[in-house]
Nanobody
Framework: QVQLVESGGGLVQAGGSLRLSCAAS????????MGWFRQAPGKEREFVAA????????YYADSVKGRFTISRDNAKNTVYLQMNSLKPEDTAVYYC?????????????????WGQGTQVTVSS
């Protein structure tokens, strides 16, 4: 079993930056595919970024490509999402997720463990 806890959300002005953290307990994240998703009010949960188990491959939604960076620190059992040049449309609850299987995925249903989410609000 893996427990995930996100932190780092908050209120930021458009153009600003935030770094989200996802700390894991229970089991190591080092051999897990990790993903970040977000859900805005009244919208479906959507894929943001994913990181292969080795950390060698990253995947991003087109809407965040070039602005967000996913990374991991296996020694700290933590995954990060660095978010730069934030826009009001990035406002959402951000969720960290871990996948048992080896392949990276942009589909929420393919992830097995989820954090409780952290709110990111970008003001214009």
């Amino acid at each position: 079993q893996v427990q995930l806890v996100e932190s780092g959300g908050g209120l930021v002005q458009a153009g600003g930056s935030l770094r989200l953290s996802c700390a894991a307990s229970g089991r190591t994240l080092s051999n897990r595919v990790m993903g970040w998703f977000r859900q805005a009010p009244g919208k479906e949960r959507e894929f943001v970024a994913a990181l292969s188990w080795s950390g060698a491959s990253t995947y991003y939604a087109d809407s965040v490509k070039g602005r967000f960076t996913i990374s991991r620190d296996n020694a700290k059992n933590t995954v990060y999402l660095q978010m730069n040049s934030l826009k009001p449309e990035d406002t959402a609850v951000y969720y960290c997720a871990a996948r048992k299987s080896m392949g990276s995925s942009q589909f929420a249903y393919e992830y097995d463990y989820w954090g409780q989410g952290t709110q990111v609000t970008v003001s214009s």
